[in-house]
C-alpha cells in the first residue's frame, strides 16, 4: 500500500477550473467514442454484413486494446507522461469516425473499429491521471467521479446517434463524430498535469541499478493477486456490457420495431440509472454495504436483466431491462476500477492501469465474438443467455474471492 508520504504527495492540487477541463475533455472522448455506437450494429446490417461478421467487428475494438494498453500504460509510467496520450487519444478517434464512412461492406468499418480501439487505449492515462487529482485514500471517490464522466459523455454521445441518423443518414453520425473529437483534441491541450509528474519526466536517464528496480517493480504488478481478480472479473463485466448495451440490444430494439430516433429512448434508459449509480457506488454503496456484497450483487442483477432481454415483447419492456441493466452493471465497475490502482504508488499506477485495461479488454473482444457466433445459430436469444451466464459465473467468482483487505 502507499506510505504516508505518497499520500501526501498525492494530494490533489488542481483547482476547480482545471477539474472542470478535465471533466469536459472526458466528455467529449467518451461522445466521440460512443456517438455511433447505438446504432452500429444496425448500420452494419444494413450493408449487407452477416451477423457473425457484425459480431466480430464489434469485438475487434477490445481486440485492439488488448494488445496496446499494457505497454502503453507502461510508456506512460516511463516517461511519467499523461496529457500527450490524451491528445492521441483524440486524433485516433477522429481518424476512426471517418474511416467508418468508406465506402465498401466490412473494411472501412472494421478499420474504423480497430482505430477506436487505439483511441480508447488513450483511457489508461486518463484515468491515472484523474487519479492524481486526488488524494491516495480517495481512489473511490475518483474513480466514481470519473465513472460517472464517463457514462455522461457516453449518454451524450448515445443519445445524439438515433437522430443524427434519422436527420442525415448513418454518416451524419459519423461526421459529427469527427467534429467532436477534433473539438476535444484542442481542450485536451488545456488539461492540468501535476507538476510532480512532470518533474519526473526530467529526471536523470536510468542507470544499471534503477532498471532492475524497475524490472522488480514490474514483476511487483503482476504477481498482485488483488489485480489478477479484479481484472478477470471485470473481463467478465465488458463481456457483458459489450454484449448488451454496446452490441446487440439495439439490434433487438430494431427487431422489435424501433425506429432511428426510438433507439435513442433505449440508450437513455440504460445510461441514466448507470450514470446515477455510478456516481454513488464507491461513495455510498460500498461504504454501508460492503464492497464485495455490491459486486455481486450488481453481477447478479446484470444476469438477471440480461436474460430478460429477448424474453421482451415490446419497446417497454426492453427499456425497463435496459434501466435494470444499466443501474446493475454500474455497481461493479467503478469499484473494480479503483481496486486496480488503488495499492500501487503513483509511478506505478499506469502500468498496473494498462495491466487491468488489456485484461477486460479481451472481454470486450470475446464477449461480442461468441455471442455473434452463437446468435447465428440461435437467433438473438442465444447471445443474451451467454452474457447472462458470464454475470453469474463473475458472481460466484466475486462471492469465493477476497478483494481487498477491508472487505
Same mark, same amino acid.
Not at 504516508?4 to 490533489?12: D, G, L, M, Q, V
Given at each position: 500500500?502507499?506510505?504516508?508520504? %505518497?499520500?501526501?504527495?498525492?494530494?490533489?492540487?488542481?483547482?476547480?477550473?482545471?477539474?472542470?477541463?478535465?471533466?469536459?475533455?472526458?466528455?467529449?472522448?467518451?461522445?466521440?467514442?460512443?456517438?455511433?455506437?447505438?446504432?452500429?450494429?444496425?448500420?452494419?446490417?444494413?450493408?449487407?454484413?452477416?451477423?457473425?461478421?457484425?459480431?466480430?467487428?464489434?469485438?475487434?475494438?477490445?481486440?485492439?486494446?488488448?494488445?496496446?494498453?499494457?505497454?502503453?500504460?507502461?510508456?506512460?509510467?516511463?516517461?511519467?507522461?499523461?496529457?500527450?496520450?490524451?491528445?492521441?487519444?483524440?486524433?485516433?478517434?477522429?481518424?476512426?469516425?471517418?474511416?467508418?464512412?468508406?465506402?465498401?461492406?466490412?473494411?472501412?468499418?472494421?478499420?474504423?473499429?480497430?482505430?477506436?480501439?487505439?483511441?480508447?487505449?488513450?483511457? !489508461?492515462p486518463f484515468s491515472v491521471?484523474?487519479?492524481?487529482?486526488?488524494?491516495?485514500?480517495?481512489?473511490?471517490?475518483?474513480?466514481?467521479?470519473?465513472?460517472?464522466?464517463?457514462?455522461?459523455?457516453?449518454?451524450?454521445?448515445?443519445?445524439?446517434?438515433?437522430s443524427l441518423a434519422a436527420?442525415? #443518414?448513418?454518416?451524419?453520425?459519423?461526421?459529427? #463524430?469527427?467534429?467532436? =473529437?477534433?473539438?476535444?483534441?484542442? !481542450?485536451?491541450?488545456?488539461?492540468?498535469?501535476?507538476?510532480?509528474?512532470?518533474?519526473?519526466?526530467?529526471?536523470?536517464?536510468?542507470?544499471?541499478?534503477?532498471?532492475?528496480?524497475?524490472?522488480?517493480?514490474?514483476?511487483?504488478?503482476?504477481?498482485?493477486?488483488?489485480?489478477?481478480?479484479?481484472?478477470?472479473?471485470?473481463?467478465?463485466?465488458?463481456?457483458?456490457?459489450?454484449?448488451?448495451?454496446?452490441?446487440?440490444?439495439?439490434?433487438?430494439?430494431? %427487431?422489435? #420495431?424501433?425506429?432511428?430516433?426510438?433507439?435513442?429512448?433505449?440508450?437513455?434508459?440504460?445510461?441514466?440509472?448507470?450514470?446515477?449509480?455510478?456516481?454513488?457506488?464507491?461513495?455510498?454503496?460500498?461504504?454501508?454495504?460492503?464492497?464485495?456484497?455490491?459486486?455481486?450483487? #450488481?453481477?447478479?442483477?446484470?444476469?438477471?436483466?440480461?436474460?430478460?432481454?429477448?424474453?421482451?415483447?415490446?419497446?417497454?419492456?426492453?427499456a425497463l431491462t435496459q434501466?435494470?441493466?444499466?443501474?446493475?452493471?454500474?455497481?461493479?465497475?467503478?469499484?473494480?476500477?479503483?481496486?486496480?490502482?488503488?495499492?500501487?504508488?503513483?509511478?506505478?499506477?499506469?502500468? =498496473?492501469?494498462?495491466?487491468?485495461?488489456?485484461?477486460?479488454?479481451?472481454?470486450?473482444?470475446?464477449?461480442?465474438?461468441?455471442?455473434?457466433?452463437?446468435?447465428?445459430?440461435?437467433?438473438?436469444?442465444?447471445?443474451?443467455?451467454?452474457?447472462?451466464?458470464?454475470?453469474?459465473?463473475?458472481?460466484?467468482?466475486?462471492?469465493?474471492?477476497?478483494?481487498?483487505?477491508?472487505?
Open positions: 500500500m502507499p506510505s504516508r508520504s %505518497e499520500n501526501i504527495a498525492a494530494t490533489p492540487t488542481a483547482s476547480r477550473r482545471q477539474h472542470l477541463i478535465f471533466a469536459i475533455a472526458t466528455v467529449l472522448y467518451w461522445s466521440t467514442l460512443y456517438i455511433y455506437v447505438p446504432i452500429l450494429s444496425p448500420y452494419l446490417e444494413d450493408r449487407g454484413i452477416s451477423i457473425g461478421l457484425i459480431g466480430f467487428i464489434l469485438g475487434s475494438y477490445g481486440l485492439t486494446q488488448v494488445v496496446t494498453r499494457l505497454p502503453l500504460g507502461m510508456y506512460s509510467d516511463v516517461m511519467s507522461r499523461r496529457k500527450p496520450f490524451l491528445i492521441i487519444g483524440m486524433l485516433a478517434g477522429l481518424i476512426s469516425c471517418a474511416l467508418f464512412m468508406l465506402p465498401g461492406t466490412w473494411g472501412g468499418p472494421l478499420a474504423g473499429r480497430l482505430m477506436a480501439g487505439i483511441c480508447a487505449a488513450a483511457w !489508461v491521471l484523474y487519479a492524481s487529482y486526488y488524494p491516495a485514500n480517495q481512489t473511490h471517490q475518483a474513480m466514481g467521479t470519473l465513472s460517472f464522466l464517463t457514462v455522461f459523455g457516453q449518454l451524450v454521445g448515445m443519445s445524439a446517434s438515433g436527420w442525415g #443518414g448513418w454518416n451524419y453520425a459519423f461526421a459529427c #463524430g469527427i467534429i467532436v =473529437a477534433g473539438i476535444g483534441a484542442i !481542450v485536451a491541450l488545456f488539461v492540468y498535469e501535476p507538476k510532480t509528474a512532470l518533474a519526473q519526466a526530467k529526471a536523470p536517464a536510468p542507470t544499471e541499478g534503477t532498471t532492475h528496480n524497475r524490472l522488480a517493480s514490474l514483476a511487483g504488478i503482476f504477481r498482485s493477486k488483488l489485480l489478477w481478480r479484479v481484472s478477470i472479473l471485470s473481463l467478465l463485466a465488458h463481456g457483458i456490457l459489450f454484449i448488451t448495451m454496446f452490441g446487440f440490444t439495439p439490434l433487438q430494439a430494431s %427487431e422489435l #420495431g424501433a425506429s432511428k430516433s426510438q433507439l435513442t429512448l433505449i440508450v437513455i434508459a440504460f445510461m441514466v440509472p448507470h450514470a446515477i449509480v455510478s456516481f454513488i457506488s464507491g461513495r455510498l454503496l460500498a461504504p454501508r454495504l460492503g464492497s464485495r456484497n455490491v459486486i455481486v450483487a #450488481g453481477f447478479l442483477l446484470a444476469a438477471i436483466f440480461t436474460a430478460a432481454i429477448p424474453y421482451s415483447d415490446n419497446l417497454t419492456w426492453l434501466a435494470g441493466n444499466g443501474m446493475a452493471q454500474a455497481m461493479y465497475f467503478p469499484l473494480l476500477l479503483s481496486f486496480a490502482i488503488r495499492p500501487f504508488p503513483a509511478i506505478q499506477r499506469a502500468t =498496473a492501469m494498462g495491466f487491468y485495461q488489456s485484461v477486460y479488454s479481451i472481454g470486450m473482444f470475446i464477449g461480442p465474438y461468441v455471442a455473434g457466433g452463437l446468435n447465428s445459430m440461435g437467433g438473438l436469444r442465444a447471445g443474451f443467455l451467454f452474457g447472462s451466464s458470464l454475470g453469474l459465473i463473475a458472481a460466484i467468482l466475486s462471492w469465493s474471492k477476497q478483494l481487498s483487505d477491508e472487505d
